[in-house]
């Protein structure tokens, strides 16, 4: 995949802040429009900078932490930071925190909303309001018609987490499209590494 998005000329407004720590050469950060909101992310700028939360762990109990495969499946695109930000920068679809809500309320990626994955694993009102939302056609008890259906981005706490790769197992099995599915298996966990910007919902919400 090009990324050729990310070219300087495409940040011109960026140009002015010189951050020592850039994103990739030329640029220092990207801003993005969420819910009436505008969020810069760009790297931590401090040189001492390294995790203290949970994100620090380097152990998981398994089950349930498992290693995850790099790719869900040969259809869903497994996408880095770099495709991340170009997803939100240009907004190609809908970017979706599959984690348990008490997860996401703590700390988040800006541009993300809360859907978790457990929501995607038995049939419920709440479930088809969704599934409506992000493009779908009920047909029928249990038959869905895709066609309109969005693009999506999952991600979770990192690549020792299923949560994600659950949501989107299961959204193939009742027919999403998987071309139409990405997944940023990183997470959590490496976008915190790179002291990429995270914001904590529960307090934006106030």
Known sequence: MKLSY????????????????EIIKGVPFVQIESNGKTY???REQKP?????????LTSRPSPPFFIEPFKVSE????????????FLEHKRGLFIDARLENWYEKSAI??????PFKLFL?????RDKVLTELGGLKKGAGVWDFANAKTILLYCNGAWC???????????????PEEKMKYYRGGMQAWQLLGLTTIVPAQEAK
């Open 6 to 21: 990310l070219v300087p000329a495409l940040f011109a407004s960026s140009l002015i802040q010189a951050n020592e720590v």
């Open 122 to 126: 038995t049939n419920s009102p709440e």
């Open 110 to 115: 800006p541009g993300s909303v809360n859907i």
């Open 162 to 176: 299923g949560q994600s790769p659950t949501a989107i197992n299961a959204l193939s099995e009742i027919g999403y």
């Open 48 to 56: 001492d900078s390294y995790l203290t939360n949970t994100f620090a």
């Open 40 to 42: 810069k992310i760009e």
């Open 75 to 86: 259809e869903v695109e497994t996408y880095g930071e770099l495709e991340v930000l170009d």
